[in-house]
T-cell receptor, first 115, second 116 residues
Framework: NAGVTQTPKFRVLKTGQSMTLLCAQDMNHEYMYWYRQDPGMGLRLIHYSVGEGTTAKGEVPDGYNVSRLKKQNFLLGLESAAPSQTSVYFC??????????????FGEGSRLTVL | SQELEQSPQSLIVQEGKNLTINCTSSKTLYGLYWYKQKYGEGLIFLMM?????EEKSHEKITAKLDEKKQQSSLHITASQPSHAGIYLCGADIRGSYGGSQGNLIFGKGTKLSVKP
């Protein structure tokens, strides 16, 4: 049982390049999330999805786009990467929050460096 | 998130000592979650609190929710080196209709070091 898988795990980009981070979960979870983690800033929510075909903005959505075309996948795109987007990105999924344990299952993280 | 304040930011304790980490929300909570992160790894769920006065324990870790103060405390008894890591609280902020907003925002974390 793979849980939550993120690809790639490491990536170096030049300013202005684009890329997509893929998150895949095999637990049939409805909810999926993308966070970024920076030193001293904790985890900040970028975008999230409460079901296939839906997405919503989190705390820091600017510069990112997301898509949830399939229930098991949640893609995070950077159209024109900037050095400020250098971070560790975490994907998470859950059955939901209200009425459940609320546990988010996290991937191992993707370390992105923008030069 | 500025809506969620954790204290202290970092903590160094001697093995065997007790410690407390606090998490305070500026908004009404629907649920409060505690996670632990080992350096360079993903987050591990510890426990969730939803009702005022609720208290839960996981091994030597106990968390309580003070709903009136919108605050939770995480207490570790007789700390061990295995407790070292970053502890993050996550909040499910109550939405305008009174229910869950469907996402978690996190505090900045508390870095715990335990000296053997």
């Amino acid at each position: 049982n793979a849980g939550v898988t993120q690809t790639p795990k490491f990536r170096v980009l030049k300013t202005g390049q684009s890329m997509t981070l893929l998150c895949a979960q095999d637990m049939n979870h409805e909810y999926m999330y993308w966070y970024r983690q920076d030193p001293g800033m904790g985890l900040r929510l970028i975008h999230y999805s409460v079901g296939e075909g839906t997405t919503a903005k989190g705390e820091v959505p600017d510069g990112y786009n997301v898509s949830r075309l399939k229930k098991q996948n949640f893609l995070l795109g950077l159209e024109s990467a900037a050095p400020s987007q250098t971070s560790v990105y975490f994907c998470a999924s859950s059955y939901g929050l209200a009425g459940h344990t609320g546990e988010l299952f996290f991937g191992e993280g993707s370390r992105l460096t923008v030069l | 998130s500025q809506e969620l304040e954790q204290s202290p930011q970092s903590l160094i304790v001697q093995e065997g000592k007790n410690l407390t980490i606090n998490c305070t929300s500026s908004k009404t909570l629907y649920g409060l979650y505690w996670y632990k992160q080992k350096y360079g790894e993903g987050l591990i769920f510890l426990m969730m609190l939803q009702k005022g006065g609720e208290e839960k324990s996981h091994e030597k870790i106990t968390a309580k929710l003070d709903e009136k103060k919108q605050q939770s405390s995480l207490h570790i008894t007789a700390s061990q080196p295995s407790h070292a890591g970053i502890y993050l609280c996550g909040a499910d902020i109550r939405g305008s209709y009174g229910g869950s907003q469907g996402n978690l925002i996190f505090g900045k974390g508390t870095k715990l070091s335990v000296k053997p």
